[in-house]
C-alpha cells in the first residue's frame, strides 16, 4: 500500500498537470451521500485515502485521512476510549464530507458543525500545491473550506478534535402534542449543558417526540441494551413513534448503536422505496428480508443509478426557532411529507458557508429534514421545490447548500477556477429533465419505472457498499 505522502503527491501532480492545461476537473471519492445527479466531468481520484493515521490517546486526537467513512473512525476511535464531538448519522460519510459540507448531528447544539471538531487540514489546492490550513496558519482557506463542497481544493488529510467516550447513550423519548411544543421543548433542552445529544421527530403535526441522551458507562441491571443495527431490529424511528404517547421512556443504547442509529432505512427515505414499487408491503418481515438494501451506502448507489432521486423530497433546510412552526405548517398543507427530522444548531461565527439567519446574524437554528415523496411528475416537482425555496427564503431560513460574496475572492485567491463552484455542484439541469419528456416511448421505458430502479438496484448490488454493512457487528 502506498504511504500517504505518496498517495498526495500522485494527486497534486495530476491536480497539477490539469492546472497547466486549465481543464476543469471533480474529485471523485468512489461514493457519495450526494442525492444530486451525476456529472461527466474529468475527476481526480481520492478514493485511497480512507485510512487512520493516528489516534493520540494523551492529545485526544485523531490524524485520519479525507475519504475515511464514519463507522471506520468510529470504531478506530472508540479503540482509544474517543469518540468524534460530531459524528454524522450516516455510516458512509466520509471525512472530508463532513468538513467540506454543512455537517451537522445531534450533538451539534453544543459542538457545532462538523468542521468545528477539525483542528487542521492538509489540502492540495487547484494549483497542486500542497499546503497545511488551520486556524493560525492559511486562516482563511481554513474556514472558507468549510462548508465550501470542495470547490477550494482537494482535502486530504485532517485532525480531529475527540472527546471522552462512554459504553452507553442513555435515551430519554419526552412526547409532545403539537408542533409548538415539540420546538419549545428541543429549545429548552439545548440550554441544559448536562444533556450531551438532542434531536426530535414530528410524526404528524400532533404527535412528535424529544430525544434528550447522556453518555454513561451505568446501566441499570434490569435493562437490554437497545439495538437497531439488527435485520430483524426495528428502524429507529418507527421505534420512536412506537414510544408511549403520554409519558416519557428510557432506553439505553450501545455508543455506536446510538451515533448512527438512523442509518438503517436512511432515516425513513427507506419506506419510499417501498412505496415506489407498491408491490412490495412495509412490514417487519420485508424489511427483514431486504435488510441488505436498506442501508444508507446501498440506497445512495441504487439511488445514483436510478432515477428515484427525481420526485423524492430530500432536504436539510435550517431556520431561525421563531419561524419553524410556520414552515412546517408550509410543509404540512403543500407537501405532506412527514415524518419531520428536528436538528438543533449552535450559533456560528460569520462569515460562513453554514446556514444563518436573516442578515447574517448569528444565533442558534433549528435544522428541519423534510425526506419524503414528492410529486412522480417532473414538472410539478420542480415546481414543489422551487415553492419550498422561496417560502424557506420568506422566513430567513436556508438550505444547507449556499454562498456567500467572499467566497469568489477566495477562489481567486488559491487559484481554485478549475474546480467548480458550488452552484455548478448543486444546480440541476431542468433543461436535460424535462427533454426526457420528449423521448421515444421505448427510450422512455428504459428510463421509467419500474426499469431504471431495478437497474439501479443492480449496480448497488455490484459494487463494494453491498458487502460493507455486514462488518458493523462490531457496534453492540
Known amino acids: 500500500m502506498a504511504s500517504h505522502e505518496e498517495v498526495v503527491a500522485d494527486i497534486s ?45 494523551q492529545r485526544m486526537i485523531a490524524t485520519v485521512e479525507a475519504n475515511l467513512p464514519m463507522d471506520k473512525l468510529v470504531r478506530a476511535t472508540l479503540a482509544h476510549g474517543m469518540i468524534p464531538p460530531i459524528v454524522m448519522e450516516f455510516s458512509g460519510i466520509t471525512v472530508g464530507g463532513g468538513y467540506a459540507g454543512s455537517a451537522g448531528e445531534s450533538s451539534s447544539f453544543r459542538y457545532g458543525y462538523f468542521d468545528q471538531s477539525v483542528i487542521s487540514a492538509e489540502m492540495v489546492l487547484a494549483t497542486g500545491e500542497v499546503i497545511t490550513a488551520s486556524g493560525s496558519e492559511n486562516a482563511n482557506i481554513f474556514k472558507g473550506a468549510a462548508g465550501a463542497l470542495g470547490t477550494l481544493g482537494i482535502t486530504t488529510k485532517l485532525e480531529l478534535r475527540l472527546i471522552e467516550a462512554k459504553r452507553f447513550v442513555k435515551l430519554v423519548y419526552q412526547p409532545y402534542s403539537s408542533v409548538q411544543d415539540t420546538i419549545t421543548a428541543l429549545r429548552k433542552a439545548t440550554a441544559d449543558p448536562g444533556n450531551d445529544y438532542v434531536d426530535g421527530i414530528m410524526f404528524s403535526q400532533t404527535h412528535g417526540v424529544v ?27 418507527l421505534y420512536a413513534e412506537s414510544k408511549p404517547l403520554t409519558h416519557q421512556s428510557t432506553d439505553y443504547i450501545p ?26 408491503p412495509f412490514t417487519r418481515l420485508t424489511r427483514w428480508f431486504l435488510n441488505d438494501f436498506m442501508h444508507t451506502r446501498m440506497m445512495y448507489r441504487a439511488l445514483h443509478r436510478s432515477n428515484m432521486s427525481f420526485g423524492t423530497m430530500i432536504h436539510d ?72 425555496e422561496a417560502r424557506l427564503r420568506e422566513l430567513s431560513g436556508r438550505k444547507v ?18 474546480l467548480p463552484t458550488v452552484y455548478d455542484k448543486v444546480k440541476v439541469d431542468v433543461t436535460r429533465l424535462m427533454s426526457t419528456q420528449q423521448l421515444p416511448w421505448y427510450r422512455r421505458l428504459g428510463e421509467s419505472w419500474p426499469s431504471v430502479e431495478f437497474l439501479g438496484i443492480w449496480c448497488a448490488i455490484q459494487s463494494k457498499d453491498y458487502w460493507v454493512h455486514r462488518d458493523l457487528g462490531w457496534m453492540s
Open 317 to 388: 433546510l435550517t431556520l431561525p426557532y421563531d419561524t419553524a412552526e410556520d414552515f412546517i405548517d408550509y410543509a404540512t398543507r403543500e407537501l405532506g411529507v412527514w415524518p419531520l427530522w428536528l436538528c438543533p444548531l449552535r450559533a456560528v461565527e460569520t462569515p460562513t458557508f453554514h446556514p444563518t439567519s436573516k442578515g447574517g446574524v448569528s444565533q442558534p437554528m433549528l435544522n428541519i429534514g423534510l425526506r419524503g415523496a414528492g410529486s412522480k411528475d417532473v414538472a410539478t416537482f420542480i415546481r414543489q421545490n422551487r415553492n419550498l
Open 211 to 237: 430525544m434528550i441522551g447522556h453518555l454513561t458507562n451505568d446501566i441499570p441491571a434490569s435493562q437490554i441494551p437497545q439495538t437497531f443495527s439488527g435485520p430483524w431490529d426495528l428502524w429507529f424511528y
Open 13 to 57: 501532480a495530476t491536480v497539477k498537470s490539469l492546472h497547466a492545461r486549465k481543464q476543469p476537473f471533480r474529485i471523485f471519492h468512489g461514493s457519495t451521500n450526494s442525492t444530486r445527479p451525476a456529472h461527466d466531468d474529468r475527476f481526480v481520484d481520492i478514493t485511497a485515502l480512507f485510512n487512520v493515521l493516528e489516534v493520540d490517546g
Open 401 to 418: 447548500l449556499y454562498s456567500h460574496t467572499y467566497y469568489e475572492e477566495l477562489r481567486k485567491r488559491y487559484s481554485a477556477t478549475t
Open 255 to 280: 455508543i455506536a448503536e446510538c451515533l448512527f442509529r438512523y442509518d438503517r432505512g436512511g432515516f425513513w427515505v427507506g419506506k419510499v422505496a417501498f412505496d415506489y414499487f407498491g408491490f412490495v
